[in-house]
């Protein structure tokens, strides 16, 4: 079927249930990040491959909303179809509740797949419909056209075998974490709470699989109350054992689509803690019927608890970034001999090279995201990545810039860095000096603490600023362990609003990003730790936990304080000390060229 074929079906169907349009988006019933394919109907309706993408489909046409980092992507996937490419946030662009308003009337209905609308949007819908007399409706037209579709069949649930962590691993056990949740929920004023976030889910219960690509979640949802706790998860796929552990702590299992019916069936008074923004529309309204459940509306306990790592998480997460600080040692002596060699490299190559060295590694079993290496003008994109046709060879002059990252059995890593593959312009030797001092203002902040992510952002920002040069993205993002590479509540961004605490893991990762010339990135993972006490309050500064040298050849050393100069040199001594054990004597060589302290 081409796309115009599907979104007549679309149409017939919502028009069969009585609707008069359509709404479609790229979440699913967890409404998380990421999702399985089984839930990207967007996707497979409309072809466009992006995130964050609204489709609404009326009797008369079709309109896809997407922001700015998609704006060409969609132009050129859209082309030839009937659906009319939006872009957020553009002049003349209205935004969906805006659409939503001028193509509906009274007394009619859109309708959406409730178990995929986040609580939070539906309820902006509900808002710009009932401004004209129109109403939402959740309904499941989707399911039964893409079942129909011989041509791209649905693909199943993922079902790939879950395991449990054990508490050397994550620090404490599921029934300790239930128990914490428990108390949080009763601070809270409340009793109950459905578990919907598959990060959630696996740090309450220390489970994990291969449900999603690059990331090891199971698709599940927990219903946790004063006296119970009960997994939804597909039959068989924990080992027996497991489910016997699991057992032991408390937990009981029902089937992945009983979640519904379980909320339905309660019998006894609980008051449930709602979060709007993780809650699906279904689930809401299966609470709000149920007249033995009342709703509470307050933040997810648990997004707050597993942001801050334990001592063993932490210790864990330490030895994972030596791993992967030996692997990355290793790919770039690679990278260097091949280029060396006059071997033609393409940037898909990269991940290959780097996938490489990581199995090597001791515990490793994926990397935490599909790897961007860009040459040159391609690294200006940010969410640049090499595949098919799209593949640059990477010439002997300029930047190859790295973003990657390892799934271990102790952790997540992510990491930017990059090298220069030949003679660099000045610009270039600018822009990477301007990027390292804003990497090394935010490492070496220091801070009170009461500091927000949005206060602290602009540590990093004002190397930059200073030349009237600004990255469109935050400084940085928390990261999971054993789990989602982005991970809240905390980030460094200019809205975030929560306040760093010791044990917080976040990213560093300023950058430049000048259109068709050059994109520069550098990224360690830092924690959030104690830095002491006196009449002016409690201070935090960070702690470095990636152990990878920055290149220091394109530096103009004359730029650097002395200060940056001293916290470069003593993060590279720190760097050629921790990993110098896991090498051999000529890696050690090697490194400790590339960790030589830089003078003026």
């Known amino acids: 079927m081409t796309t115009n074929q599907k979104i007549a079906a679309l149409r017939a169907a919502a028009k069969a249930a009585g609707g008069d349009g359509l709404l479609l988006t790229t979440t699913d019933p967890h409404c998380g990040e990421y999702i399985p394919e089984h839930y990207r109907a967007l996707v497979h309706f409309s072809g466009f491959h992006g995130e964050n993408a609204t489709l609404v489909i009326t009797m008369e046409g079709s309109a896809l909303w997407v922001d700015g980092r998609f704006y060409v992507q969609a132009d050129k996937q859209l082309a030839g179809t009937e659906i009319a490419s939006m872009h957020m946030g553009s002049a003349g662009v209205p935004t969906v509740e805006e659409y939503l308003k001028d193509h509906f009337t009274a007394g009619q209905t859109l309708l959406v797949d409730g178990s995929c609308l986040p609580l939070t949007t539906a309820r902006d819908y509900e808002k710009a419909l009932g401004e004209v007399g129109a109403v939402l409706r959740s309904a499941d037209v989707v399911s039964p056209v893409w079942t129909a579709d011989t041509d791209e069949p649905r693909p199943a649930l993922p079902d790939t075998p879950c395991n449990l962590l054990t508490v050397a691993q994550t620090g404490a056990s599921a029934a300790e974490k239930i128990a914490t949740v428990r108390a949080e929920l009763a601070k809270a004023g409340a009793t ?3 578990v919907t976030g598959l990060d959630c889910v696996a740090w309450l219960l220390n489970i994990r699989a291969r449900d999603l690509p690059r990331t090891p979640l199971a698709v599940s949802y927990v219903f946790l109350d004063k006296d119970s706790c009960t997994l939804f ?3 068989g796929r924990l080992t027996e054992a497991d489910a016997a552990s699991l057992a032991a702590d408390g937990i009981t299992l029902r089937g992945y689509d009983e979640l519904l019916a379980f909320v339905a069936g309660i019998s006894t008074d609980e008051t449930v803690l709602v979060p709007a923004a993780s809650t699906n529309y279904d689930l809401y309204n299966a609470i709000c019927a149920n007249p033995h459940l009342t709703v509470k509306e307050g933040e997810d306990p648990i ?10 998480e932490l210790a864990n997460s330490r030895e994972c970034h030596i791993r992967d600080g030996v692997a990355m040692v290793r790919f770039q002596m690679d990278l260097e001999k091949a280029l060396a060699e006059g071997k033609t490299l393409m940037e898909t190559d990269i991940e290959a090279m780097l996938a490489r060295r ?3 590694q001791e515990g490793y079993f994926d990397d935490s995201f599909d790897t961007i290496a860009a040459w040159g003008p391609n690294a200006a994109m940010m969410h640049y990545h090499a595949e098919g046709e799209v593949n640059s060879e990477i010439q002997r002059k300029g930047f190859l810039l790295v973003d990657t990252g390892g799934q271990y059995d102790c952790g997540t890593t992510d990491i930017t860095r990059t090298y220069p593959v030949g003679p660099l312009t000045d610009n270039e030797r600018r822009y990477y000096t301007w990027t390292l001092q804003s990497h090394i203002e935010m490492a070496r902040a220091q801070w009170l603490d009461y500091c927000t992510g949005f206060a602290l952002d602009t540590f990093a920002r004002a190397p930059l600023w200073a030349h009237q040069i600004n990255y469109r993205c935050g400084t940085g993002h928390g ?5 989602n590479v982005h991970e ?8 975030n609003p929560v306040v760093f605490k010791p044990g917080m893991t976040i990213t560093d990762e300023p950058g430049v990003y000048e259109t068709d010339e050059v994109g520069i990135r550098i990224e360690n993972e830092l924690v959030c730790v104690e830095a002491g006490t006196n009449q002016y309050g409690n201070w935090l500064a960070f702690d470095v936990m990636t152990m990878v040298p920055i290149a220091t050849e394109p530096v103009i050393v004359d730029e650097l304080t002395r200060s940056q100069i001293d916290w ?4 590279h001594k720190r760097v050629y000390d921790t990993l110098a054990p896991r090498l051999n004597d000529e890696e050690k060589a090697w490194l400790a060229g590339k960790t030589k302290a830089i003078e003026r």
């Open 568 to 571: 470069l040199n003593a993060y």
């Open 358 to 360: 990581r199995s090597e």
């Open 303 to 312: 997004t707050a608890l597993k942001g801050v790592k334990n001592a063993t």
């Open 192 to 194: 109950a709470m459905a």
């Open 479 to 483: 990261v999971g362990f054993i789990g």
């Open 233 to 235: 998860i597909a039959p």
């Open 488 to 495: 809240g509540p905390q980030s460094l961004r200019p809205n």
